[in-house]
């Protein structure tokens, strides 16, 4: 059994965190294709949004100060499977905020850390990117924290780009916490990444494809949209929502260009049947 923390994990894989995606129906499914920890997308403390939490998610969290997150993390730790601060979001939203990779200020950042490990037993875990400070967060991480993640990139490049692997093993070097390699991970250098890092998040080549997962660890486990579309009508997602995922599934389909222009014009879940052939 691998830990990270004292949570129990089957695998070393997992789903990484991003917004618009993570949505309660696609982690079940990427969970049941054998990810080994499924991510929420980033989350404000303060939010008053209906949360559903109901599959124990990695819960991440992004603020510029410390206000909220005792009262969350109380209110929502029996949820959650471990709590993410992210540092690493280098979304255009996340500058105008001076949140995820914009926030600089090492007090912030220590103050957000500490409140955190206070409100949980849970593991805590920090998401970072390339930048000036990283070496000071790893040593805030280093009193906090139970793992450190890490996508070599910098903000400004956003996902263009090479990761530089070497940055990310020149600061696993520097510390003992277990690293959590994110950037560009797929079905042909996962194996690879996991023999230089302690775990792996795959991003966006999960997208509309949590088959990923079944490949990387072998489960036999054949996963389509309908299986998504179950579990979104289930837990009462937002048409929008349900729209955006089907557009994200065609592409491991064959007319995929075809389905997504029929997809634009969907105005309901029937539509989208029609698309997909659903009966």
Excluded at 109 to 134: C, H, M, Q
Aim: aromatic share 8%.
């Amino acid at each position: 059994m691998i830990k990270l923390g004292n949570l129990k994990l089957k695998n070393r894989i997992f789903l990484a965190p991003m917004a618009g995606i993570n949505d309660i129906a696609f982690r079940i499914l990427c969970r049941k294709a054998g990810s080994g920890l499924v991510y929420t997308g980033m989350i404000n403390p303060l939010t008053e949004q209906k949360l559903e939490l109901w599959d124990k998610p990695a819960i991440q969290l992004f603020s510029r100060s410390e206000k909220g997150i005792y009262e969350f993390i109380k209110k929502h730790d029996k949820d959650a499977s471990l709590w993410d601060f992210n540092l690493g979001c280098p979304a255009p939203n996340a500058k105008n905020q001076g949140v995820g990779s914009y926030l600089s200020d090492l007090k912030v950042i220590e103050k957000t850390l500490k409140i955190i490990r206070k409100s949980t037993k849970k593991p805590v875990t920090i998401k970072i990117r390339i930048s000036e400070n990283n070496y000071k967060i790893l040593k805030l991480a280093e009193k906090y924290c139970d793992a450190i993640c890490i996508h070599p990139r910098t903000s400004k490049q956003m996902y263009s780009g090479n990761p530089d692997l070497k940055y990310a093993l020149d600061l696993k070097k520097k510390t003992k916490l277990p690293v959590i390699y994110s950037g560009n991970v797929n079905e042909k250098n996962c194996s690879d990444l996991l023999q230089k890092f302690d775990f792996v998040m795959i991003g966006r080549n999960a997208i509309g494809n949590p088959g990923v997962f079944s490949k990387l660890t072998g489960k036999k486990i054949k996963l389509e949209f309908k299986d998504y579309l179950k579990l979104a009508k289930k837990y009462k997602l937002y048409f929008s929502q349900i729209k955006l995922q089907a557009m994200n599934f065609t592409k491991n389909q064959k007319d995929a260009k075809e389905m997504r222009r029929k997809l634009i014009l969907a105005k309901n879940i029937e539509d989208i049947r029609k698309v997909y052939s659903i009966i």
